[in-house]
């Protein structure tokens, strides 16, 4: 049982590792102002989550959430301490420690196909991280927006502005991020089952 807990451990540093380095390559492409890009950093955390389950997929995200606020912070315009804190909270810490949730959305399907499952759990927990971002931006983001313009944040809520801001921007970049995330997760489960390290058996019809 301890090697066990060690190999999980080593694996899940390695796949910290290699989600860091892939944010590293996406830093390269165009971002978002305020934060965001177009990357596929999140599929090592969701792949260690296949691997290892629920408990150190966490684990992962939560290790990795840290590791993206040292690199970079992104920290909003505004004036009070508790906007700081909901935006670690929202844009960090739940945004990817979550992604450790996929094998609880995937388990449901796996009686219809274990690829179809590996896909809709990561594209699941990428919904997550977008709400994550999205109730973020209306909270948050948008605050500072409407200041600019001289609006309150009764304002926002009323006109519905806050919510097109953070759904337009958050979703730009968001949306081709689930796609990514869950085809890759779906292409490398192929490649290497995560249970196993071996190829992906065909699975019989109406197994």
Same mark, same amino acid.
């Given at each position: 049982?301890?090697?066990?807990?060690?190999?999980?451990?080593?694996?899940?540093?390695?796949?910290?590792?290699?989600?860091?380095?892939?944010?590293?390559?996406?830093?390269?492409?165009?971002?978002?102002?305020?934060?965001?890009?177009?990357?596929?950093?999140?599929?090592?955390?969701?792949?260690?989550?296949?691997?290892?389950?629920?408990?150190?997929?966490?684990?992962?995200?939560?290790?990795?959430?840290?590791?993206?606020?040292?690199?970079?912070?992104?920290?909003?315009?505004?004036?009070?301490?508790?906007?700081?804190?909901?935006?670690?909270?929202?844009?960090?810490?739940?945004?990817?420690?979550?992604?450790?949730?996929?094998? *609880?959305?995937?388990?449901?399907?796996?009686? !219809?196909?274990?690829?179809?499952?590996? #896909? %809709?759990?990561? /594209?699941?927990? &990428? @919904?997550?991280?977008?709400?994550?971002?999205?109730?973020?931006?209306?909270?948050?983001?948008?605050?500072?927006?409407?200041?600019?313009?001289?609006?309150?944040?009764?304002?926002?809520?009323?006109?519905?502005?806050?919510?097109?801001?953070? *759904?337009?921007?958050?979703?730009?970049?968001? !949306?081709?991020?689930?796609?990514?995330? #869950? %085809?890759?997760? /779906?292409?490398? &489960? @192929?490649?290497?089952?995560?249970?196993?390290?071996?190829?992906?058996?065909?699975?019989?019809?109406?197994?």
């Amino acid at each position: 049982m301890k090697n066990k807990h060690l190999r999980a451990l080593a694996e899940c540093a390695i796949f910290v590792a290699l989600a860091f380095a892939l944010d590293l390559v996406g830093k390269f492409f165009p971002s978002w102002p305020n934060g965001g890009s177009i990357t596929v950093a999140m599929v090592p955390v969701v792949y260690a989550a296949y691997r290892h389950g629920v408990k150190w997929g966490l684990a992962t995200g939560l290790v990795f959430s840290a590791i993206q606020m040292m690199m970079g912070f992104w920290a909003p315009p505004v004036t009070k301490f508790y906007f700081y804190l909901l935006e670690i909270l929202l844009d960090y810490v739940l945004a990817f420690t979550l992604l450790g949730l996929a094998p *609880l959305f995937a388990r449901p399907f796996f009686r !219809l196909s274990r690829l179809l499952g590996y #896909g %809709v759990g990561a /594209v699941a927990v &990428c @919904v997550i991280r977008f709400l994550c971002s999205f109730i973020s931006g209306v909270i948050i983001w948008s605050e500072s927006y409407y200041a600019g313009v001289g609006y309150t944040m009764a304002d926002a809520f009323t006109d519905g502005g806050a919510w097109i801001f953070s *759904l337009t921007y958050n979703g730009g970049y968001m !949306l081709p991020n689930a796609i990514l995330t #869950g %085809v890759l997760v /779906v292409l490398l &489960c @192929v490649a290497v089952d995560p249970k196993t390290l071996r190829r992906m058996k065909k699975e019989k019809k109406g197994a």
